[in-house]
């Protein structure tokens, strides 16, 4: 089958855009053999279209996109368009639709609003004001993470979106769902018996996740330092995941199955007492040999400012499989590497046959489940050392993605595709964050944030959390 979309972006100049969207979209427009397409910037400043042109090829150029994928996209219609006030937007519907006539478009309309929180509800408002709410064809709604800034304002949203679009038009993007690993998770759990039989509380001591970057702000300062480490990564990337991790098999692998056993997961969540969280925010250091400022110092940062860059969590999941096993979550900005983990340590056995020095327990199973990079897994296991007496070992069975995959495609280059062909499964529903907002509500004011110098995994009051073994986080 093929399709032909009118993708039209608000904040088309924005970061996310030029350095994600952009060369996703070239990519998925290649892959899943559109006939045809057309691309509309939005944005609040005056530009022609020629300047967004310009920054299309910039953006493809500096993402490497190759020569072949970026000409066939360039060979779409391209335009810009600036909204300022409610009427701009019917001038932007009747620009769409200009174009979709002109390039004989069946108007299935993409409208991806890569906005702040700030400027998300106006858009919609534009947008429902607007003839851009109703192509002929379809038109689905994509919106940009963090969705609200708290739970009142991911409700706000939820009514104003619902007064105008079914929810099956709706597609709250996560870009960690996206990811292969992540993906792959649900699959690890649900088709391998072994590890599924022991996933639970009878024989599950502790799970870890741990969301590790070296960057900093990175240019992204205005964003960043009004949404902190548990808007931006808590309260999505590393919930998602605990979700997937977590929740029951569903019935059927379908989009609203999977949707509401993430939900009960969420729902069954113990609400996080205040001593069970420790926040950070980088201070100096040096990260590879090279020394960074700290976060107080980054270009952009407000004076005083008390956003968090780190957040480490013990949560606890009061249902039946999950009773008494702590949830660790960790996340944090300039730490020591980049590294997404899951580790899942197994409880030691219940006696000890084989005696060694010191300590007899034996070692515990430990599947560590590396999401990026040197994406893979391994699993520790007990081995008779060879020779005489009964010396324990513990060797790795490890797989490196590297040798199965040869090479996975870009998390937005997946979830755009599913968009367009409207398979909301990788995508959060509304009931799943308003949930998640739910939990982190009375984290958003706390002004106790303890200094780690950059480089660091965090601040070392972050270890008293693991009251599991082996007492500290995970090495990374
Ligand atoms: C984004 C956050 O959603 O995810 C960023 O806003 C973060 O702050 C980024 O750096 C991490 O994503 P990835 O795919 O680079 O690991």
Known sequence: MTKAVTFVIFGATGHLSRTKLIPSLAKVIAREDLSAHAVIGVGS?????????????????????????????????FSYHAVSDERSYDDLASHVERIEAAEALPANRLLYLAVPPSKL??????????????GKGWTRLVVEKPFGTDLASAVRSNDIIHATFAEDQVYRIDHFLG?????????????????????????????????????????????????????DMLQNHLTQILTLIA?????????????????????????????????????????????????????????????????AARMNIDNWRWHGVPFYLRTGKRMSRRTSLVTVRYLRPPICLFHREGDCRGHQNVLTLRLQPDEGFELLIDVKQPGPGAMIGQIPLAVSYDDILE???????????????????????????????????????????????AGSNGPESADRLIVTEPGVWTAI
């Open 45 to 77: 400043r005056d530009r022609s279209s020629e300047d967004f042109m310009a920054l299309v090829k910039a953006s493809l150029s500096t993402a490497q996109v190759d020569t072949e994928v970026s000409e066939r996209f360039l060979s779409g219609s």
């Open 121 to 134: 509800d106006a858009t919609v408002v534009g947008i429902a004001a607007s003839g851009l709410k109703s």
């Open 179 to 231: 990811k292969e690993t992540v993906r792959n998770l649900l699959v690890f759990r649900f088709t391998n018996s072994l590890f599924e039989q022991t996933w639970n509380r009878r024989h599950i001591e502790s799970v870890e996740i741990t969301v590790a970057e070296s960057l900093g702000v990175d240019g992204r300062a205005a964003y960043f330092d009004e949404s902190g480490t548990v808007r």
């Open 247 to 311: 929740m029951e098999p569903p019935a059927v692998m379908d989009a609203a199955s999977i949707h509401s056993e993430k939900v009960k997961v969420l729902s069954a969540v113990r609400p996080i007492p205040a001593d069970d969280v420790v926040l950070g925010r980088y201070g100096s250091g040096s990260i590879g040999g090279e020394s960074v400022a700290g976060y107080l110092d980054e270009p952009g940062v407000s004076d005083g400012s008390l956003t968090p860059t780190f957040v």
């Open 407 to 453: 090479s996975a495609p870009d998390a937005y280059e997946t979830l755009l595709a599913d968009v367009i062909w409207g398979d909301q499964t990788l995508f959060v529903r509304s009931d799943e964050v308003e949930a998640a907002w739910k939990l982190y509500d009375p984290l958003l004011d706390r002004s106790d944030i303890h200094t780690y110098p």
